[in-house]
Nanobody, 126 residues
Framework: QVHVAESGGGSVQTGGSLRLSCVVSIYTDSTICMGWFRQAPGKEREGVAAIDSDDTTEYADSVKGRFTISKDNAKNALYLQMNSLKPEDTAMYYC????????????????????WGQGTQVTVSS
């Protein structure tokens, strides 16, 4: 059974930083793609950042230069370092994984991921 679990959410003020972590149980096989997604109340889930099995990364325009996705193969872990946070970054953040995620030139399509965590809340106050 695949298990995906996020941690590290919380509340910060504008300009602050948070680091999200995710452990993926299928990660013993390194040929997977992993990503971070977020969903704010009343909005659709959107892709934030993804990292492929060859370490290719992709970011949403709204977070480029502020967020960094990384992984630790030894720990089966995925991370999202979020700096210069803004109130519009407030959302539930989800970790997702799958064996293949590059579709139509992007790795940020939520429909392409099969395995999802329960989410961790990030709240940025002004």
């Amino acid at each position: 059974q695949v298990h995906v679990a996020e941690s590290g959410g919380g509340s910060v003020q504008t300009g602050g930083s948070l680091r999200l972590s995710c452990v993926v149980s299928i990660y013993t096989d390194s040929t997977i793609c992993m990503g971070w997604f977020r969903q704010a109340p009343g909005k659709e889930r959107e892709g934030v950042a993804a990292i492929d099995s060859d370490d290719t990364t992709e970011y949403a325009d709204s977070v480029k230069g502020r967020f960094t996705i990384s992984k630790d193969n030894a720990k089966n872990a995925l991370y999202l370092q979020m700096n210069s946070l803004k109130p519009e970054d407030t959302a539930m953040y989800y970790c997702a994984a799958d064996y293949w995620c590059l579709v139509d030139g992007t790795r940020l399509g939520a429909n392409e991921y099969v395995y999802w965590g329960q989410g961790t809340q990030v709240t940025v106050s002004s």
